[in-house]
Each structure stands twice: as C-alpha cells, then as structure tokens.
C-alpha cells in the first residue's frame, strides 16, 4: 500500500510541475522558459543531493521532473520563436498595405527602421529621390577623397620639412668628403 501511495505522490507531482509549466508557457514563453529553469535546476539539486522538500521527496521524482522542465524550455523556447514570427509576418503584411496606399510613409518606415529594403524600394517608388541620393553620396565621396588627398599632402610636406632640417643639421665636413666604393 505504501508503495502505491508513494506512486500516487510522484504521479501527482509531475502532473502539477507539468501543468504549472504549461500555464506559464501559455502565459507567457519568458515567464515559462524562467519556470523551467527554476525547476530544473531544483531537480537537478535534488537529483544530485537529495533533501526532503514537501513535493520533490527523492531522485525518484527528481529526474522525471528535470525531464519535464527540460521539454517546458525547449517549448518555451519554440514557442517565443512562433510568435516572433508571426509578429513579423503581421509586421511584413502591414508594410506591404502601406505601400500600395503611401509610398511615402512606406520609404519613410523602412529607413526610420534602418530596413536594407529602403533603397531598392526608393529606386522603385521615387527614381528622382534616389537620384538625388546617389549625387549627394558621390558628392560626399568625392568630397572625403579630396579631404584624404589633402592629408596626405600636408603630411608629405610635413615629412620633407623635416628631412630639410635634418639635412642642415647635418655638418658641411661630411656632405663634402666624397666616399667611393
């Protein structure tokens, strides 16, 4: 009789382990992947030390309820990946009916969103905005060369002043003595 009372109390146990995971996964999947851990890590102290909580009594329980909370994480961790994607599916759909009824609040999100659609999208939507964009980035580029050259210039000018100083710092005696080899 004891040992199906004990049968009873581990069956009971993981029963509610696994249903208290799975109202905090539909809850919310953070909430559930943290509930997971928790339990995990509970079992696995019990599994590898045991001590007499009330609902987690011996290794006995301990390991089914480690397998429980390990398939709660990876359920949280689907789950969070779901919904992601279905926001971002809604989020796509959103877009695309904004950009059959304003192209331009369309443009203005995607850049807003630093989105790597924005300038195929202007090509498409407005040629004469992305015109404009190319000639101020060839002018910021040219721009940035010339800056770059011009450094370069003073820098090769700073260099032959310096060789020039050296040079008169060098004594008369040593320029005019002729070495042969």
């Known amino acids: 009789m004891q040992v199906v009372k004990n049968c009873f109390k581990v069956i009971?146990?993981?029963f509610v382990v696994l249903l208290s995971l799975t109202l905090l996964c539909a809850n919310s999947p953070q909430l559930g992947l943290c509930g997971s851990l928790g339990v995990g890590l509970a079992a696995i102290?019990?599994?590898?030390?045991?001590f007499r909580p009330i609902w987690l009594g011996s290794?006995?329980?301990s390991v089914p309820v480690l397998f429980i909370a390990i398939i709660g994480m990876m359920v949280s961790l689907h789950v969070a990946r779901l919904q992601g994607l279905e926001l971002a599916a809604k989020d796509q759909?959103?877009?695309q009916q904004l950009r059959i009824a304003d192209?331009?609040?369309y443009l203005a999100e995607l850049k807003a969103a630093g989105d790597s659609r924005w300038e195929p999208e202007l090509q498409q939507l407005d040629k004469r905005a992305y015109e404009e964009i190319l000639v101020d980035r060839r002018t910021k580029q040219a721009a940035a060369e010339a800056e770059r050259r011009a450094k370069e210039a003073a820098g090769r000018d700073v260099e032959m002043q310096?060789?020039?100083a050296e040079?008169?710092?060098v004594p008369g005696s040593d320029i005019s003595r002729?070495?042969?080899?």
Request: net charge positive.
């Open 12 to 14: 009971v146990a993981i």
């Open 45 to 50: 102290a019990i599994a590898v030390k045991p």
């Open 162 to 164: 310096k060789l020039i």
């Open 103 to 105: 192209p331009k609040a």
């Open 167 to 169: 040079l008169k710092s």
């Open 93 to 95: 759909q959103r877009l």
């Open 59 to 61: 290794r006995f329980v």
């Open 178 to 181: 002729s070495y042969t080899v």
